[in-house]
């Protein structure tokens, strides 16, 4: 254990934050595992190019944040928060993309195109909203709307195609406790803090949601 501290007292002097930035690392790379692997499965599903995004845009808002928490967070100047930005705005790019795939599961074509609407109107509120208060919260808020709709949207009410249903919602479900985590400032020592954590349940919320995308696309493959 006390090798392990060592090692990263001495990230320290290279790295702002090291475990928080290895854990924006780990998730990038997942992020781009799952975009092509994606790209091999069944094209027949309507919403896979959304996912795909969704994942890509991701995959390159944390591998910013690997940047940001490891380097650049030791100089607040421009740069720094021009990285930080164009990070929240990928994100935000990222979730749009994932509202668009769940409205696409949508039936009725009326309430499919008024909610791809809503979207992008949450969108064009979104981006200058980043840029003009500079506060995580936004993207918050933004990320509670959004997650919000999409377990609406995929929560399995009726047996028809419950099973990727089920893993897409509760990939999202468990995506509220990162607002929780970070709104508390929850960690388990000065060396995993609430980033460090929230990490790790994103992790488990994207790979959740590939689960369901996989599944929805070998079902459709079937029949």
């Known amino acids: 254990m006390n090798i392990i501290?060592?090692?990263?007292?001495?990230?320290?002097?290279?790295?702002?934050?090291?475990?928080?930035?290895?854990?924006?690392?780990?998730?990038?790379?997942?992020?781009?595992?799952?975009f092509f692997s994606i790209q091999k499965l069944n094209d027949n599903c309507s919403s896979q190019s959304h996912w795909l995004k969704f994942y890509l845009f991701l995959g390159f808002?944390?591998?910013?944040?690997?940047?940001?928490h490891g380097i650049f967070e030791r100089h607040n100047n421009a740069f720094y928060n021009s990285v930080w930005l164009v990070m929240q705005v990928t994100a935000g790019f990222s979730t749009f993309f994932a509202q668009a795939a769940a409205f696409g599961e949508l039936k009725n074509e009326n309430v499919r195109k008024w909610m791809l609407g809503l979207?992008?109107?949450?969108?064009?509120?979104?981006?200058?909203?980043?840029?003009?208060?500079?506060?995580?919260?936004?993207?918050a808020v933004n990320s509670l709307i959004a997650m919000t709709q999409m377990v609406v949207v995929f929560f399995p009410l009726k047996l028809e195609n419950w099973v990727h249903r089920t893993y897409i919602s509760f990939g999202f479900i468990?995506?509220?406790?990162?607002?929780?985590v970070?709104?508390?400032?929850?960690?388990?020592?000065?060396?995993?803090?609430?980033?460090?954590?929230?990490h790790v349940i994103m992790y488990v919320s994207i790979l959740l949601i590939f689960r369901g995308i996989k599944y929805q696309s070998k079902s459709q493959a079937v029949g």
Request: aromatic share 20%; glycine share 2%.
């Open 5 to 34: 501290i060592n090692f990263i007292e001495q990230l320290r002097t290279v790295l702002s934050e090291p475990v928080t930035s290895l854990t924006d690392l780990l998730l990038s790379i997942s992020c781009f595992y799952f």
């Open 61 to 68: 808002s944390t591998l910013l944040g690997a940047l940001s």
């Open 119 to 139: 979207s992008i109107f949450q969108m064009l509120i979104f981006l200058p909203s980043v840029f003009y208060f500079f506060d995580f919260r936004v993207v």
């Open 182 to 198: 970070h709104a508390q400032k929850l960690s388990f020592s000065k060396w995993f803090n609430h980033n460090d954590i929230s």
């Open 174 to 180: 468990i995506s509220f406790l990162t607002i929780y």
